[in-house]
């Protein structure tokens, strides 16, 4: 399973930090959840046990003592270390150790503000141009230009950089204007009676050569220019026609129930209480809610697509990558504290409504990676809250439907995936309620000055904390990068690293498969699925969760049965039994033979008997 990074051990009291998982405290609470969970009570009573537990847990311990520090706030903004981070990105820039210097740069441009951010945008810049990265140089100097606290005198210089990168990209109008730009502040000096540096006059030398050279490429260039202003994913979200019962998944896909008295519901309006309804879906052992084709759906065809609803950066990825888009492209930090950073405004404007609540809070920076999607997703729910909504219907709720019968992919659909309660370990559920009660304690005194988060009190926020902590490790996606180790080499390996976790409603309704009809494809936090074969009409779409045909049977079964708590019977999986039971059928008929000149007609017929009737059964 996939867990989030614990923190140190430690006691509570007087922490400011997201305390670690205390092992003494974790282990008699575990020993009582074994206690409920090998009772045979039948499964919606343990269920209300172990929820019942958390809340008495909740009330009963001491855990709170220390959030008095939870609303010390540090924005890490620091002056003299962001002057200092600049002049040693400045050594390193003269030595030639660019990556080190872009580095640097970075951390300066987060823990400062004023004239040293200014600068170190202008300066990082030139690392990106010696790294070749041009289309990074022209966003670090658009940041640095628009700075307020950019120096007057340093604009032509950066104008001429970014000049020379859109030429390298072959945007020479861009280019052209650029050098026109930089030429203007030029003579504006001379106006001014400033006497021209020795840098300024070069740079009007390179200058003069530079338009010649932009002119003529650009009266050469005869078609028109070629930079595509569509990606292939926007393309395809166009290509994507709307369901209107299913959220950001295609017309040709609709949503069954592998349970014949859900479906009835669905139908008709048959009197039935939601907790019966609940039951049935959270316990059932078959397939649950799954996706089926409308129509044949052709290969590379758009399935679903899917922006993230609740998605957290691993913690190792921080320093280098958008925190809400997650690319790795120039960054700049949040006005407010020095450690969130965003490759644009929009990403800032778009991460607002979670970054609002963390921001200079070192509780939520060292809080776990999946505690912190959990608790993300109950921001999510207070933004949709805000908005007027009308009263769902309680067995439609519990299936993640609004009243119209409707899956949109919001809090009520989040909420429906399951939590195997009775699947996890005693352990696990033990972690889980310890996470649950340590953020509860703490989001309600903050909320006390930040606002209510859901206007559910103590014990409700508890449960729904618990509720999420049981559901991610079975419902996250992972956001994948493949990394090339020795790219010097002949031969290079390549790995894969996971770089966030990350919630998809709509998409995690689709089954797994060992040999799944879907590929997966991301583009920041944008989830597409595309098929990867034909699929005909009324063929359940399906996905892999990991282990696929390129591993044995029996490790398969093995690593589903123990992440993910079922048994797969996908094609692949059942067509390896069946020729598993025919090998040792064979085998057995192979020993019968070379025992029948030992053993009478009568003890062959029993041992035969009782082995067949195993294999078959």
């Known amino acids: ?80 270390l ?42 990082r810049s030139a690392t990106e141009q010696a790294l070749g990265k041009h289309a990074n140089v022209i966003v670090d100097c658009d940041w640095a230009l628009r700075h307020p606290s950019y120096p007057r005198d340093k604009r032509c210089k950066i104008l ?14 861009r280019a052209l204007k650029n050098m026109s730009e930089a030429q203007a502040d030029i003579d504006q000096q001379k106006v001014s009676g400033a006497k021209l540096s020795e840098e300024m006059c070069s740079i009007e030398k390179q200058l003069k050569s530079s338009v010649n050279v932009a002119t003529a490429a650009l009266q050469r260039k005869r078609a028109k220019r070629q930079r595509n202003k569509q990606s292939l994913q926007t393309r395809a979200l166009q290509e994507l026609p709307n369901n209107e019962n299913i959220a950001n998944a295609s017309e040709a896909v609709s949503m069954h129930f592998d349970n014949i008295q859900v479906n009835k519901y669905l139908d008709s309006d048959i009197s039935e209480n939601s907790d019966s309804i609940s039951s049935k879906v959270m316990s059932a052992s078959n397939r649950g809610r799954y996706l089926v084709a409308k129509r044949e759906i052709h290969p590379g065809e758009a399935v679903i697509e899917e922006d993230a609803y ?12 958008c925190h809400h888009c997650f690319m790795q492209v120039p960054l700049m930090p949040c006005p407010r504290c020095a450690y969130a950073r965003f ?60 009243n119209n019968r409707q899956w949109k992919g919001q809090y009520d659909s989040v909420y429906s995936l399951l939590p195997h309660y009775l ?47 049981c559901q991610l490790p079975t419902n996250v996606y992972g956001m994948f990068e493949v990394v090339s180790s020795n790219k010097t080499a ?20 689709l089954n797994h498969s060992c040999q799944p009809n879907t590929l997966l494809n991301y583009s920041g936090r944008k989830l597409t699925i595309r098929a990867s074969a034909r699929i005909p009409v009324s063929s359940e779409i399906t996905n892999c969760y990991g282990p696929d045909t390129t591993t044995s049977t029996q490790d398969r079964q093995r690593t589903l049965r123990n992440t993910y708590f079922f048994l797969c019977k996908c094609v692949a999986c059942s067509q390896c039994v069946s020729r598993s039971k025919l090998f040792h059928l064979s085998s057995l008929f192979s020993s019968l033979f070379s025992l029948s000149a030992t053993y009478t007609h009568t003890h062959i017929h029993t041992y035969t008997h009782t082995h067949i009737h195993t294999y078959t059964h």
Not at 160 to 173: D, F, N, V
Not at 495 to 507: A, F, G, L, M, N
């Open 1 to 80: 399973k996939k867990r989030g990074v614990k923190g140190k051990r430690g006691g509570m009291e007087g922490w400011s930090h997201y305390p670690g998982v205390d092992g003494g405290v974790t282990s008699s609470w575990s020993n009582a959840l074994q206690l409920i969970l090998l009772t045979n009570d039948p499964p919606q009573q343990r269920i209300q046990r172990v929820l019942a537990f958390v809340e008495t847990t909740l009330t009963s311990s001491s855990m709170g003592h220390g959030v008095r520090d939870v609303l010390d706030v540090d924005y890490g903004l620091d002056e003299a």
């Open 82 to 123: 962001a002057l200092r981070f600049k002049d040693e990105a400045n050594v390193l820039y003269r030595n030639k150790s660019f990556r080190e210097a872009k580095n640097l740069y970075t951390e300066a441009i987060c823990r400062g503000r004023g004239v040293t951010q200014a600068l170190c945008y202008g300066n």
């Open 160 to 173: 001429q950089r970014r000049a020379a990168s859109y030429y390298a990209l072959g945007r020479i109008k």
């Open 310 to 321: 609740s998605a957290v950066l691993k913690r190792e990825e921080e320093l280098d990558r």
């Open 343 to 402: 490759c644009s405004d929009k990403c800032l404007t778009d991460a607002a409504w979670y970054h609002d609540h963390e921001c200079g809070h070192s509780f939520f920076r060292s809080m776990p990676t999946l505690v912190l999607v959990a608790v993300r997703i109950l921001f999510r729910r207070q933004t949709e809250r805000i908005q007027q909504r009308l009263a769902l219907d309680p067995k439609l709720e519990t299936l993640g439907l609004n």
């Open 423 to 469: 699947d996890h370990s005693s352990k696990d559920l033990a972690a889980n309620v310890w996470h649950a009660v340590v953020c509860t304690q703490s989001l309600h005194r903050m909320f006390e000055t930040l606002g209510n988060i859901d206007g559910d009190n103590k014990q409700q926020l508890a449960r729904r904390l618990f509720h999420h902590l």
């Open 490 to 509: 002949r031969v290079s390996s390549q790995s894969q690293k996971r770089i966030s976790e990350v919630v998809y409603p709509t998409c995690s309704l």
